[in-house]
């Protein structure tokens, strides 16, 4: 079941962005493609249901159509840390049950991109959080770091935490969140040598929004072998 999971130093560093980015060129090789954000935080109320935002980004990105209760099994209410969102909801987060999803997913596409939530060891529950989902799922990780103050240690923590589960980096995604940032090009260029993993790209700080963001974004990637 190819597929990739794309995690991050923290939350909003662009997960989405890339994500969407990933489908965007996996679609332009020809492959057929759906996005999937098994929890998603932060969801509003509409006639149709519960409604995210990233979640539409990655289905307006995807080429397959699929359920939405397979795309984002888990839509919370709340935009806070989802184990609190669903404790709040009295829902209880079942990673055996997102696999599932995402074998259902893997059926009717070439190609899953999965979303985390937040950074990669954000808690699903009181014992489980993103890092376990991605070990179940056994998916190549795309680390997304937010380039801004800090990212080297957040960068850093983020590949040992991945590595230390077994898990293979397929590559990075240096995202420039802070437009005012001093010295990125030697922030990214350190990153370059200390994580032995391709660097897919680099994203300049976007301003535009919606699908031209995510084009914009799709031509500055490359694919992971």
Do not use: Q
Request: charged residues 25%; contains cysteine; neutral net charge.
């Amino acid at each position: 079941m190819p597929g990739l999971f794309v995690t991050g130093t923290d939350t909003g560093v662009g997960k989405t962005l890339v994500a969407c980015a990933l489908l965007r060129r996996l679609a332009a090789e020809g492959a057929t493609t759906v996005g999937m954000k098994p929890v998603a935080a932060g969801c509003a109320e509409t006639a149709a249901g519960r409604v995210n935002e990233d979640v539409e980004a990655l289905i307006a990105a995807s080429t397959a159509r699929a359920e939405r209760t397979l795309v984002n099994p888990y839509a919370l209410k709340e935009a806070i840390a989802p184990h609190i969102a669903a404790a709040r909801e009295s829902v209880r987060i079942d990673l055996a049950h997102i696999v599932d999803c995402y074998a259902r997913l893997a059926g009717i596409a070439r190609w899953v991109v999965v979303e985390g939530v937040g950074g990669f060891r954000v808690p699903l529950d009181e014992s489980h959080d993103t890092a376990d989902l991605a070990r179940m799922l056994e998916l190549p990780v795309v680390l997304v770091v937010g380039v801004r103050l800090g990212c080297l240690n957040h960068a850093m923590l983020t590949r040992e935490a991945i590595l230390s589960r077994g898990l293979r980096l397929a590559g990075w995604v240096a995202n420039r969140v802070d437009p005012d940032m001093e010295r990125c090009a030697e922030n990214i260029e350190f990153l370059e040598r200390a994580i032995a993993a391709p660097l897919l790209g680099k994203i300049p700080f976007l301003a535009a929004d919606g699908g031209a963001r995510v084009r914009k974004a799709a031509g500055c990637l490359r694919l992971p072998e």
